[in-house]
């Protein structure tokens, strides 16, 4: 229902947003496109702000994230020492990125550097986005990623943008481990971004966690899957058996069918890291959005309890990579990358499997 989406991001709040970063106007072959505007910040590294979205040529632009970055990289070692906390510790600088040569540059032609150099861009093909037997389609998607140089680690921040409303948001570590060529030593990387959502603009957002919930008292285990509405500021647990995802909706947003429409985080993860500093407890952490709270490392004291129903909330999420004790000698020169994050995928957004079937256009 096309009035019901008109909170539009305005010409002028557009302007004032991308005053202070390079505006990306993309439009895919399907006809859905985003508004996105990116810059490379030393200390945060990749920053992506003011994050709309249009299903289609005459729909209106939907804001979804008014900001979204790096809020700490946590380096604890097996040992208990060191335990590197790179944002706040650091101030690294975003590397500047190379095009010379197709296998040895971070960013070949037909992709294209931005920002002095220290963001790449690449529209491709992601493969298959739906299938129905002979019927398909295959998806297209935008990414844009930046470096930082944290000493001997390269840290790649990279975003994905795709055709049908959904993001892909990842962390890598790569570079040369802290000791050298013979290091053994294990450590985790963990990566918290801290997600400002400004869904259908600032105000008026909720978040619910999602719980699948299996009954194995029942002679054939039954199922029921719900979504607890979040009321107040705190962290929670990721629990690997309930498939827990974050769900981000607002007061007013609703598709033609008259339903709530919503972004899901949905954790791309390998594992539950623990340790020592408070904020590292929990999986998520959902806090009022705050211009001036963007370090991890302070959540507990961000989090005091405030209300988050319906309100201009931050959505904090951290997973992490494990280079365990011992090394393997793929790692002696350089480590290999390893990659975590997320996926935001809209609800209720599309009326219908978008682009597909006899209603696609
Ligand atoms: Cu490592």
């Known amino acids: 229902m096309r009035e019901k989406l008109a909170l539009e991001s305005t010409k002028s709040a557009w302007d004032a947003a991308i005053s202070d970063c390079l505006p990306q106007d993309i439009a895919f072959a399907s006809g859905s496109g985003w508004r996105i505007c990116v810059k490379a910040v030393t200390r945060f590294g990749l920053v992506v702000s003011h994050v709309s979205f249009r299903k289609s040529p005459d729909a209106p632009f939907v804001l979804v994230l008014s900001d979204g970055r790096f809020s700490e990289i ?45 963001i790449c861009r690449e529209v491709r093909d992601y493969g298959i986005a739906v299938k129905k037997d002979a019927e398909v389609r295959r998806g297209q998607e935008v990414s844009f990623f930046a470096v930082l140089d944290a000493d001997n680690y390269d840290y790649i921040s990279e975003w994905i943008f795709r055709d049908d409303g959904s993001i892909v948001t990842r962390a890598g570590a790569t570079g040369v481990k802290r000791d050298g060529p013979e290091d053994e030593n294990g450590h985790m990387h963990n990566f918290t971004w801290r997600l400002d959502f ?44 309930e498939f827990n995802t974050i769900v981000v909706s607002d007061s007013v947003l609703k598709n033609a069918r008259g339903r709530r429409t919503e972004y899901e985080l949905i954790p791309l993860r390998s594992g539950v890291a623990r340790h020592t500093e408070l904020f590292s407890r929990n999986d998520f952490w959902i806090t009022r959005a705050k211009p001036d709270e963007l370090l991890a490392v302070n959540l507990p004291d961000y989090a005091k309890g405030e209300p988050v129903a319906g309100e201009d909330i931050a959505v904090w999420y951290t997973g992490s990579l494990r280079h365990e004790d011992h090394m393997r000698d793929e790692d002696r020169d350089a480590v290999p ?25």
């Open 337 to 361: 990358v390893l990659w975590v994050g997320f996926e935001l995928r809209p609800r209720n957004l599309f009326d219908a499997t978008p682009f597909f079937g006899k209603d696609a256009r």
């Open 198 to 241: 400004d869904f259908g603009g600032a105000d008026g957002d909720s978040a619910c966690v999602t719980r699948h919930i299996e009954n194995m008292n029942a002679a054939y285990s039954t199922a029921t899957d719900r979504c607890d509405l979040i009321e107040t500021e705190g962290g929670l647990q990721w629990n690997p058996a």
């Open 74 to 118: 946590l380096v604890p070692y097996n040992k208990g020492t060191p335990r590197l906390m790179d944002l706040v510790f650091s101030s690294f600088p975003v590397l500047t990125l190379s095009a010379d040569s197709p296998l040895r540059s971070d960013c070949p032609a037909p992709h294209v550097l931005l920002d002095d150099k220290r």
